[in-house]
Every structure is written in structure tokens, then in C-alpha cells.
């Protein structure tokens, strides 16, 4: 069978990871679903592109449609199921890429604030695949934190879950639920202005924007009860709050999985299952290689949160999103859209000491050790 593909055309190296025996064509996502997408075996998407029975009636050739992504909020999968198409997402392809920007800003955070991280309690709102890599590198940096899953505990018997009111005393807060607007356990608005009665030094939300109330968010900030906020996704996204995003510590446009191992394994994930769907064989795939320009030059040893900082690229990603404030929304909307998709994305930590290491790069600081896997 000759299986045709439509991808996004953001899809990181779908051409190099796809089976050579499929067919590959790509659509560019911001113009929304190709009207002709139905006469392709395959789909494969991202978060950008809604799949529901307004964007897809009905499933024509369609038997696959994947998400090279963790999250799948933008997937009506009950519509799916009724019209006979198989969904696949990638869950935990970048888990460790989110963790690191997690820790990467509470370290900067205190760092600025003159916040001892023994001082530190994070409540770890969601603990799956992200939530669980947050608290393994809060562990490795001997910060405290208090796990808050209550479906978890539920499915899975020997997952104890933080009680709310324990959650609720940490002084920062992190947010790694899907956005789910349903059900006992649902998620929208979960950061309200009950929870922010509640005195906190810090909230994160890399989860969906509607996890968290921005209004309530603002308030808090306002009142004085909430001292800062780092938001990496937002409540309308591509379009964004001046307000909000100007009162944030950090703002980035929706990138904190955007490590280039994570990418990749996002796209490979996905094209596993394909190829499972169609029988198809899955090419061999290599691993991103750093390029060798990438050297920082440190003339003496650099506090750890310096350290991640300048290796890091969300200091870039937060000047560039705040230099789109005051423009109409369409601008800033196409400004965070083209940020996500045109910046070249991030090493994970590990891959980039140990080729710091290989090329001699002087005076890492010694805690960085505790980043490698
Ligand atoms: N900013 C980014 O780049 C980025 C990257 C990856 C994932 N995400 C978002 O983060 C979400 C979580 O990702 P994941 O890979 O950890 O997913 P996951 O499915 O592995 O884990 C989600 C966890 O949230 C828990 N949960 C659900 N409802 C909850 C509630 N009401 N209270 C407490 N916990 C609740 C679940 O029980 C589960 O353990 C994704 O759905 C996606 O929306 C964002
Ligand atoms: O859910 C996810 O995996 C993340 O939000 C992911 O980083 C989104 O990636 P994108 O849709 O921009 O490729």
C-alpha cells in the first residue's frame, strides 16, 4: 500500500524520520487544515491545529491522524472514535526539556529574588511524565516539594498524593495537568482566585494556558499575595496579555518542551505508531548532534543558576515576546507563532556539558554534574 502523509510542515524532521516507503506532503498549519487533508491515509499535527468535528466531518481516507506532542487538548478523540480514525500522541517526549525550564527559572528566581533554595517548597501540581522529571531534578537539587495528584493516587494505589491544604501552604506553585474542562478532576481554571487566597512566592504554568486563571493571577499580583509568575503558555494563545505578560518574571511563548532531543522523539513516537498502523518499516534515526560554535567562555566559575541561564535560550525567548507588546493582536499572534517555529531549538543540559567537557569549556560549575541523566 502507498500510505500518504500530510504533515505539519514544523513537524521537526519529519522528512528525515519518516518511513522512505510513505509518501510525504506538508501544510502550513497557520492557514488551518487543508480542505483536501481527508483524501490522505495519515495526519500528523501539532498543538497549533484543532481536530473536531468542525475541522474534520468526516474521516475520507483517513485511518491515522497522530500529535508529535504530550498534550492532545486541541483533539476532539471522541469525534475520532466515532468516525474510525486511530489517534496517537507522544507522551513524555519532552518531560525532561519542561523540567529544566522549570528549574531553570525557580533557580533564576531566586537567584534575582535572594531567595535561599532551602527555603524553597514547590508544589508540583500533576505529577505524570512532567511533573514526575520536575520532582527528580527538585530532588537532585535537594529542594522540597509536595506531589499533588489526586487522579494518580486514585489509578495507581502506591502514589500518595499531597493532601490540598499541604499543596496549598508550598510557597511555589507548578502546574503540569493537561487542560482538561470536564469531569470530577477537570483542570480549567484550577489557579483561581480560591487557590491564590493562599500567600505565593512564585507560580508556574508550562501546562496549557486555562490551567490558570490570568485574571486571578493579576489580581493576586495586584493585592500583593502573589509576588511573581513565570508563564511559558497562555489563556488565548497565539494572542497573549500585555498585562500579564508584563507583570510576568518570566513570559515565553509556549517552548518549555522545546529541547531538540525532545522534539525529536516527539516526531519519532508518533511515526512508530504510524508505521505500526500501516505495517510500515520505521527507519533508524540518529540522535541531534551539538554544533561546534556553541561554546559560552566563563572566566571564572559562574553560580549554577548564572550558569543554566546563559546556556539556556529562555532569556532569549522572554525579551523577544515582551518586544510584541502594544502591537494588534494579529501582530502578536503571528510574532509568538513565528518565535516558536523559527528560533532555533534548545540542547537538553546533559547533551550540552558533556560537549562543553569534550571541547574543554573551563569552570562549569560542579553542581551541573547533578543535571546529567
Ligand atoms: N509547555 C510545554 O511545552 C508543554 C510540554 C509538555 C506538556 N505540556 C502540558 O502539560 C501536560 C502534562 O504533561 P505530561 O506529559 O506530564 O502528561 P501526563 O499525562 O504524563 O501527566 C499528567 C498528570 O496530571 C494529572 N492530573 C490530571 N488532572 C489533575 C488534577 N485535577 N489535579 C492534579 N493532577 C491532575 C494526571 O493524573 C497525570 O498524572 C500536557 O497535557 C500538556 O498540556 C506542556
Ligand atoms: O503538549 C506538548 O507536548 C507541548 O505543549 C509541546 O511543546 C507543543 O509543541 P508544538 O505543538 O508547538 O509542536
Not at 498502523?277 to 566563563?298: G, I, K, N, R
Not at 525567548?317 to 518586544?323: G, M, N, Q, V
Not at 523559527?342 to 537538553?348: I, K, Q
Amino acid at each position: 500500500m502507498n500510505v500518504r502523509i500530510l504533515a505539519d510542515k514544523h513537524l521537526y524532521h519529519a522528512e528525515k524520520m519518516a518511513p522512505t516507503s510513505a509518501e510525504l506532503s506538508f501544510f502550513e498549519p497557520a492557514n488551518g487544515l487543508p480542505a483536501d487533508a481527508a483524501d490522505y491515509d495519515a495526519l500528523l499535527i501539532r498543538t497549533v491545529s484543532r481536530i473536531n468535528s468542525d475541522t474534520l466531518p468526516v474521516a475520507g481516507n483517513l485511518s491515522f491522524i497522530g500529535t508529535a506532542t504530550a498534550g492532545f487538548d486541541h483533539v476532539d478523540r471522541e469525534h475520532l472514535e466515532r468516525i474510525g480514525v486511530r489517534f496517537a500522541h507522544s507522551p513524555g517526549c519532552n518531560a525532561r526539556a519542561v523540567a529544566e525550564y522549570v528549574l531553570t527559572a525557580i533557580l533564576r528566581w531566586s537567584h534575582i529574588r535572594k531567595q535561599t533554595t532551602e527555603d524553597l517548597r514547590v508544589g508540583v501540581v500533576g505529577c505524570g511524565n512532567t511533573g514526575s522529571a520536575v520532582i527528580d531534578l527538585l530532588s537532585a537539587f535537594e529542594i522540597g516539594y509536595a506531589a499533588y495528584d489526586p487522579p494518580r493516587a486514585i489509578s495507581e494505589p502506591h502514589f500518595v498524593s499531597a493532601s490540598e491544604d499541604e499543596l496549598l501552604s508550598c510557597n511555589i506553585l507548578t502546574f503540569h495537568t493537561p487542560l482538561t474542562l470536564a469531569g470530577p478532576h477537570s483542570t480549567f481554571h484550577m489557579l483561581s482566585s480560591s487557590w491564590l487566597r493562599s500567600p505565593f512566592q512564585l507560580i508556574i504554568n508550562a501546562a496549557r494556558g486555562g490551567v490558570v486563571d490570568e485574571r486571578a493571577l493579576l489580581d493576586a499580583i495586584h493585592r500583593g499575595t502573589l509576588r511573581d509568575c513565570v508563564l511559558d503558555v497562555w489563556e488565548h494563545e497565539p494572542a497573549f496579555s500585555d498585562t500579564v505578560a508584563q507583570s510576568a518574571f518570566i513570559a515565553t511563548p509556549h517552548i518549555a518542551g522545546y529541547s531538540r532531543e525532545a522534539k525529536t522523539a516527539a516526531t519519532r513516537m508518533v511515526l512508530e505508531q504510524l508505521c505500526e498502523h500501516f505495517s510500515l518499516e520505521m527507519p533508524a534515526s540518529a540522535e541531534p548532534a551539538v554544533p561546534d560554535h556553541a561554546l559560552p567562555v566563563f572566566s571564572e566559575t559562574p553560580e549554577l543558576a548564572d550558569f543554566l541561564w546563559e546556556i539556556n535560550k529562555v532569556d532569549y525567548y522572554d525579551s523577544e515576546l515582551r518586544k510584541l507588546k502594544e502591537h494588534p493582536d494579529a501582530v502578536k499572534s503571528d510574532g509568538f507563532n513565528r518565535l516558536r517555529t523559527s528560533t532555533p531549538t534548545r540542547f537538553e543540559y546533559a547533551t550540552l556539558i558533556a560537549h562543553f567537557k569534550r571541547h574543554g569549556v573551563k569552570n562549569i560549575p560542579e553542581e551541573a554534574e547533578r543535571l546529567i541523566k
